[in-house]
């Protein structure tokens, strides 16, 4: 759901953002790149068969180190996985876990199928960082 990545972007406003897609939203990251007016080098985009979960961590082990390659620290570095196919969030949150990088998810109320209400950011896993 790219209106949730579009209210995380907002709200906390990295330096530098990864993200992991399928060949079908693909035109969706470039748009929302535009949006919020990412620099070219501010950004890498991986896209990904959605049902590979493996293949899923593998990406997201790789924007984690470009990261940390830029210079920041696991403990400046957040994993959403709200959006996104099941299987994409859980090989992101799987590598997450393996490499104690904190996750979070951004929670909306729904009435039927549509989210109404504030929408916020949880963290689902906080590591102790140095």
């Not at 990295?14 to 990412?38: A, D, H, R, W």
Request: overall charge negative; charged content about 25%.
């Amino acid at each position: 759901r790219s209106s949730d990545l579009q209210f995380s972007l907002n709200n906390q406003k990295p330096q530098y953002v990864g993200f992991i897609c399928t060949k079908m939203s693909e035109p969706n990251v470039y748009e929302l790149i535009k949006e919020i007016g990412l620099d070219e080098n501010n950004y890498q985009k991986k896209p990904v068969e959605p049902q590979d979960v493996v293949e899923n961590g593998i990406e997201t082990k790789l924007l984690i180190n470009w990261m940390l390659g830029k210079g920041l620290k696991k403990s400046d570095i957040v994993i959403d996985v709200t959006g996104g196919m099941t299987t994409m969030s859980v090989g992101a949150f799987t590598m997450a876990e393996e490499l104690m990088v904190d996750t979070q998810y951004i929670k909306s109320d729904y009435a039927g199928n549509k989210p109404t209400g504030p929408k916020s950011g949880v963290l689902v896993k906080k590591y102790a960082h140095d």
